[in-house]
Nanobody
Framework: QVQLVESGGGLVQAGGSLRLSCAASGRTFNTYAMGWFRQAPGKEREFVAR????????YYTDSVKGRFTISRDKAKNTYYLQMNSLKPEDTAVYYC????????????????????WGQGTQVTVSS
């Protein structure tokens, strides 16, 4: 059974950068599409980015386009969210998620498209 563990969160000033990592254990990790979501206090969980299982197809929510990059390293069973030009509105708990069923190809922005979730890592951007 696949397990996901996020890391790399922290406190950063506006305009700074962080790289989040999601380490996956599981024999079929390389066949999964992977996504990043975030949840700010008092708000619903929000889609951030998705990468297809091949690593060649990516999709981002409008608010992070041009600033965030999702990628994966299949050899290390790890995928990443590189976050540049961070804004206070990016403050949230960030979660990585795996889609073992292929649903996210059609609906990448829905949490229900993913079936395995990490525990989350806090990102705080100060102004």
């Amino acid at each position: 059974q696949v397990q996901l563990v996020e890391s790399g969160g922290g406190l950063v000033q506006a305009g700074g950068s962080l790289r989040l990592s999601c380490a996956a254990s599981g024999r079929t990790f390389n066949t999964y599409a992977m996504g990043w979501f975030r949840q700010a206090p008092g708000k619903e969980r929000e889609f951030v980015a998705r990468i297809g299982w091949s690593g060649g197809s990516t999709y981002y929510t409008d608010s992070v386009k041009g600033r965030f990059t999702i990628s994966r390293d299949k050899a290390k069973n790890t995928y990443y969210l590189q976050m540049n030009s961070l804004k206070p509105e990016d403050t949230a708990v960030y979660y990585c998620a795996a889609d073992r069923r292929g649903i996210s190809a059609m609906r990448p922005d829905l949490g229900a498209s993913y079936d395995t979730w990490g525990q989350g890592t806090q990102v705080t951007v100060s102004s």
